[in-house]
């Protein structure tokens, strides 16, 4: 594994402003950031573009959705990593589950609320 | 006449343990960091060397704060009591302090091991990706 791509919702403002703070995150594992729908690792077609969740997919064919994503999203970040494994550890992983559930089902008004507004209308 | 005996055994036998404590922390600390520091010697030296001279200040000054005594001692039995209460202190101190130490020491471990680009992923994969036929 070298590279992480992640799938995110580009009609989500919120989704928008956390790749553009992504991308200015050190990274331990570099990520490519890329819109649903568009194409895929190694010029295939986004795995699980059925579902509305949050996909990473590795290069070497793992793919991790919904809340497993978000916290593959901090392991590849140098400042974060630590926080992936504590938030994985059985304790507080159903409460990181629920919370990244939470936040994907409202980001749509939460991007309203904060006014954040997509790339792409 | 017991109480300078009192705080001259308090003093050797409190700067003896840490300065043994010190030692062992300083020699067998040094593997952990060179390794949180991705082998830099040079550089886990340096902050083994800043660790140990923490820690002396904290505890010779411990020490030094708490050596004043307001007990009337006038037998040799209060004065050993005396004694052990303070040296008795002294090394509880240092055993948290030689904790806190090592809980530092496996805490820069830990963070070396989890920035290295072999580390583990936090969890499973929910799934493998295999790109269709037509797009390879």
Same mark, same amino acid.
Request: glycine content about 6%; some cysteine.
């Given at each position: 594994?070298?590279?992480?791509?992640?799938?995110?919702?580009?009609?989500?403002?919120?989704?928008?402003?956390?790749?553009?703070?992504?991308?200015?995150?050190?990274?331990?594992?570099?990520?490519?950031?890329?819109?649903?729908?568009?194409?895929?690792?190694?010029?295939?077609?986004?795995?699980?573009?059925?579902?509305?969740?949050?996909?990473?997919?590795?290069?070497?064919?793992?793919?991790?959705?919904?809340? %497993? @994503?978000?916290?593959?999203?901090?392991?590849?970040?140098?400042?974060?990593? $630590?926080? !992936?494994? /504590? =938030?994985?550890?059985?304790?507080?992983?159903? %409460? @990181?589950?629920?919370?990244?559930?939470?936040?994907?089902?409202?980001?749509? $008004?939460? !991007?309203? /609320? =904060?006014?954040?507004?997509?790339?792409?209308? | 006449?017991?109480?300078?005996?009192?705080?001259?055994?308090?003093?050797?036998?409190?700067?003896?343990?840490?300065?043994?404590?010190?030692?062992?922390?300083?020699?067998?600390?040094?593997?952990?960091?060179?390794?949180?520091?991705?082998?830099?010697?040079?550089?886990?030296?340096?902050?083994?060397?800043?660790?140990?001279?923490?820690?002396?200040?904290?505890?010779?000054?411990?020490?030094?704060?708490?050596?004043?005594?307001?007990?009337?001692?006038?037998?040799?039995?209060?004065?050993?009591?005396?004694?052990?209460?303070?040296?008795?202190?002294?090394?509880?101190?240092?055993?948290?302090?030689?904790?806190?130490?090592?809980?530092?020491?496996?805490?820069?471990?830990?963070?070396?091991?989890?920035?290295?680009?072999?580390?583990?992923?936090?969890?499973?994969?929910?799934?493998?990706?295999?790109?269709?036929?037509?797009?390879?």
């Amino acid at each position: 594994m070298t590279r992480l791509t992640v799938f995110y919702d580009a009609r989500c403002g919120l989704c928008c402003a956390v790749r553009t703070w992504l991308a200015r995150q050190p990274q331990l594992m570099p990520l490519d950031c890329r819109p649903k729908g568009a194409r895929g690792p190694a010029n295939g077609e986004t795995p699980h573009a059925d579902n509305d969740d949050l996909v990473v997919v590795a290069d070497s064919g793992e793919v991790w959705s919904g809340d %497993s @994503a978000w916290l593959m999203v901090l392991w590849a970040l140098a400042e974060y990593r $630590s926080w !992936s494994y /504590r =938030l994985a550890s059985p304790m507080l992983l159903p %409460s @990181a589950r629920a919370l990244f559930a939470t936040l994907s089902e409202y980001r749509g $008004s939460l !991007s309203c /609320r =904060l006014g954040l507004t997509p790339d792409e209308h | 006449m017991y109480v300078l005996h009192t705080y001259v055994a308090y003093l050797a036998l409190s700067i003896a343990v840490t300065v043994w404590v010190a030692r062992t922390l300083h020699h067998n600390g040094r593997p952990f960091l060179v390794e949180a520091f991705h082998g830099e010697e040079s550089l886990a030296d340096s902050v083994n060397h800043l660790l140990v001279v923490g820690f002396y200040l904290i505890n010779l000054g411990w020490i030094v704060m708490t050596l004043r005594t307001g007990y009337q001692i006038e037998t040799a039995r209060s004065a050993i009591e005396l004694l052990s209460d303070k040296v008795g202190t002294v090394l509880f101190v240092l055993g948290l302090m030689h904790f806190f130490n090592l809980f530092l020491f496996s805490r820069f471990r830990r963070r070396a091991i989890d920035r290295m680009p072999n580390a583990p992923p936090p969890i499973p994969p929910t799934g493998f990706f295999t790109p269709p036929e037509h797009a390879r």
